[in-house]
């Protein structure tokens, strides 16, 4: 159990601008220390491991109700500006306490970059909207004069600015409701500081394209940034002012994100002025290759590791190598350095247990597969983990199928505490990318439009029959089982009658309240989903599992935040006041929000419950 809830957990590892020194968030604090270059190539000087900020009084994040970027290195690898619960701090690598940046009104602020000209810059949100703001010098030693001024840009949403090290234009991404950024998205740029601040330029800004991550070449000639106009989340690049946009890289892969729900992620990175690294999902697992931005050629790494995923993808700007965050299926998450000139990698900090080769053995790996269905797209995708049983047989198991959140989100080969639990104690563990997925192309992704809570819920209902009538599982036992988006799948999922049982965490049961009650990225997502209000109030109340709450059968239990504000506690509380005549569970998480298990307390407790639960209702009674 311990392996699956504790141990240290390294992420959002960074280089210094001078490539001499390496941060690293370990289990919510922040540490740096310094690279070698010896005999053998690079080195971590893990001696000289620092601790900068405490997770406990300054934990990283956005302050908002999703994720993003939360810090970066100065341009003079001085300082490291980050965001602790929507509010910019700065703290030296010499040492010393955090500082706070003056306040924006009350406004969250995020998703810092420090540009060559000595201005940091970054994103400000209030309950309506957002804005781009700038400090000039904010190295300066008052911080408290550090007065930050607003970008003359407009826009819903203003996400991941950057500066051009060359003419300091800034380019940025946005959208506006009802679009969702995976629907259509662009990619503006505007000066920074001139007497024409207010001129705002399109790089890309079709209607029904998405656009995301734009990032400058170092020495500021090109605008890489990632793009679908050709169907395929591929990497597209624009002169240094942000004309004259093209494709790089003509494929029929998506590139690996990590998620479309946060800002600052880094699927590609630039290696030097003319050469990008990238990934591309395939199969649940990411290739790893790089481009040459001037003669489009294309190598593919042939790295030491091709199951898992790279994700965070940061150069060391020497041409060669990059560092990211290593993820598959029995490996919660290393950080990395590759070196794509002789397609190795080496180990630099290593997440989790050091558990010995027996038990690490029983770890299942995941089989991609893809389904024939008679629904539109005509394809269902996913993984599924199946261990042999003690005959050597992979048959007759007990199954959960796993709904991934989103939904406009995807399940890859990465590390996933609650799959590889129960997939090592001999469940099938049948992970479903139902249409809507990311990961797939445009045309797979747009058919969960208007579709939310009947194509999701086809495509898992038709895996779990698909295993079912190959023998692979026992049909008389599967669980569903998902989270937010999930968790709304899985209860329409047992609304028709399916499965055995139920495993709903922090899950929407009523759209309409969700409606009402949704923080600003996903206040019109439902518009898309569904359908906009009032002419698709019909489509909303029969897709509300609360409605619906009579026709489930199957023994559920449910798992919350109490202070959730993405899905309310109380949609939870009504689902469970609605079901009668059936076993229904509720635990409640206090103080806890919609990521409620995010600390090793409350996983351990929550894997408990849930396993007793299912072996009660599964196990024993079939």
Known sequence: MDYFVSGNNFTDAKISSDGK???????????????????????????????????DDFGFSTGTEYGGLTYCWSYDSKWIFFSSKGILHRVSIAGGLPEKFPLINGEKSYAPFHGANNVLIFSSENKNSMSIWFIREPDRKDIHNAFPEKLQVSGTFLYDATINPANHKVAFHTWSPP???????????????????????????????????????PDGKYLAFVC????????HIADGNGKNSEILIEDTLDVGFSSLWVTGSSVFCWLDNKNI????????????SKVNVETKVITKLKLDFLNGVL??????????????????????????????????????????????????????????????????????????????????????????????????????????????????RGWAAIVVNY??????????????????GIADVEDCIEAANYF?????????????????????????????????????MCGVSDLFGLNEESHLLEIHYNDTLVGPLPESAKEFKERSPINLASNIIAPLILLHGEKDSVVPLKQAEEMKNKMKGVEVEMVVYKDKDHMFMNSPEVMKDAFAKIEKFLTHHVLYKY
Request: glycine share 10%; aromatic share 12%; proline share 3%.
């Open 21 to 55: 020194l390496i941060s690293v968030l370990i289990n919510g604090s922040l540490y740096v220390c310094s690279f070698s270059h010896g005999a053998n190539g690079l080195h971590i000087e893990s001696t000289s491991l620092q601790q900068l900020t405490s997770g």
């Open 228 to 235: 679908d106009k050709n169907e395929y989340m591929t990497i």
């Open 179 to 217: 679009n969702m950024l995976w629907n259509t998205s662009s990619i503006y740029t505007c000066q920074l500081i001139s007497n024409d601040r207010s001129k705002v330029e399109p790089v890309m800004a079709d209607n029904n394209v998405a656009c995301l991550f734009p990032s400058w070449s």
């Open 277 to 288: 690294a990238f990934t591309q999902h395939t199969g649940g697992n990411f290739s790893v």
């Open 311 to 424: 994700l965070s993808l940061q150069s060391l700007h020497d041409g060669r190598h990059f560092i990211a965050n290593f993820s598959n299926c029995d490996t919660r998450g290393d950080i990395v350095l590759v070196d794509t000139e002789t397609s190795t990698s080496k180990i630099l900090f290593s997440s989790g247990f050091k558990l010995p080769k027996e038990i690490k053995e029983r770890f299942v790996k995941p089989e991609y597969f893809e389904i024939s269905t008679d629904f539109p797209g005509n394809k269902c995708y996913g993984l599924l983990y199946l261990a042999a049983d003690s005959n050597g047989e992979r048959k007759g198991a007990p199954a959960i199928v796993f709904i991934h959140g989103g939904p406009t989100g995807y399940s890859i080969n990465r590390w996933n505490s609650l799959v590889q639990f129960y997939a090592s």
């Open 468 to 504: 079912g009538a190959k023998g692979s599982i026992n049909s008389n036992k599967v669980v569903f089982m998902g989270g937010s988006a999930g968790g709304y799948s899985t209860l329409l999922c047992l609304a028709r009658k399916q499965g055995t049982a139920g495993v709903c």
């Open 435 to 452: 249409r809507g997925s990311i990961g797939f192309g445009r045309k797979y992704r747009d058919l969960l439009m208007k579709q939310w």
